[in-house]
Each structure stands twice: as C-alpha cells, then as structure tokens.
C-alpha cells in the first residue's frame, strides 16, 4: 500500500480531518453563543479586569450552590462582561476569585465549597436590590 492509498484509507473509515475539524469549530460556536446568550440571566459575574471572567446564578430553594453560567478568558472575558452590564448584572472584580473559579468550576457546575466564604463577600458588595441569593451555611 502506498501512503496515498493509507491517507485514503484512513479519511474512509474515521472521517476526512478536514470535515471533522470544521464540525468541532461549529460545535465550539454554538456552544459560545448558548453560553453567551445565559449571562445576562446571571447574578453576578465575577473578573479579573481583563484576563477572567466567570458568571454566576443562583435562585434560591433551587440550588445549593450558585452555578456557573459562562466563564472565558481574555477577549471573551470582555465579551462576558460587556453583556452583563448591557443586561444589568453586577460585575465585581476580585481577581484571585475570578482565577480560582475559573480553574475550579466547569459551565453548568455548582461553584465548589472551598469557594462559597470568598463568592458570599463578593455577594454581599452587590447591591441589595440586584442580590438574588444570600449563603444560610
């Protein structure tokens, strides 16, 4: 077999490279575009002022924790801040918070509880009138 004949072969039984690759960029896309159009249904989005940014919601009797709706890094954490105050959510810079959850937490996860004390302060600079939810631990 010639290596034209296995490249052949191959792009037969697992897929052209060329096809897949464009079906996971298009997967990626819609994937910002969900994640993007749920922050301004978010509490509050917690950032680093330009590297990270990670939004949170949380109703209360829902959920035990607050969960995160979108987080990204860099332009995107521009992205994400710019909807949320668009849409009116509270931004609050707390930079170490903002790094820490962003390694800790996935999208849709529940914020973990090393982080509850440290998002509870964040919370309480909220105004009371925008503050959705309140820590009972």
Same mark, same amino acid.
């Given at each position: 077999?010639?290596?034209?004949?296995?490249?052949?072969?191959?792009?037969?039984?697992?897929?052209?490279?060329?096809?897949?690759?464009?079906?996971?960029?298009?997967?990626?896309?819609?994937?910002?575009?969900?994640?993007? =159009?749920? $922050? #301004?249904? !978010?509490?509050?989005?917690?950032?680093?002022?330009?590297?990270? %940014?990670?939004?949170?919601?949380? *109703? @209360?009797?829902?959920?035990?924790?607050?969960?995160?709706?979108?987080?990204?890094?860099?332009?995107?954490?521009?992205?994400?801040?710019?909807?949320?105050?668009? =849409?009116? $959510? #509270?931004? !609050?810079?707390?930079?170490?918070?903002?790094?820490?959850?962003? %390694?800790?937490?996935?999208?849709? *996860? @529940?914020?973990?509880l090393a982080q509850y004390?440290?998002?509870?302060?964040?919370?309480?600079?909220?105004?009371?009138?925008?503050?959705?939810?309140?820590?009972?631990?």
């Open positions: 077999m010639t290596q034209e004949e296995v490249k052949e072969e191959f792009k037969q039984t697992d897929g052209d490279p060329h096809v897949k690759a464009r079906q996971r960029a298009i997967r990626v896309q819609r994937s910002r575009q969900r994640m993007m =159009a749920s $922050v #301004p249904t !978010a509490t509050v989005v917690i950032m680093n002022p330009t590297h990270y %940014a990670v939004a949170l919601s949380y *109703e @209360e009797g829902e959920a035990v924790a607050p969960t995160c709706v979108a987080k990204g890094l860099d332009s995107l954490a521009l992205r994400i801040r710019a909807v949320a105050e668009e =849409a009116g $959510v #509270p931004v !609050a810079e707390d930079p170490p918070l903002a790094r820490a959850l962003c %390694a800790a937490v996935e999208i849709d *996860e @529940e914020i973990p004390e440290a998002v509870a302060r964040v919370i309480g600079l909220v105004p009371a009138n925008r503050r959705r939810f309140s820590f009972a631990r």
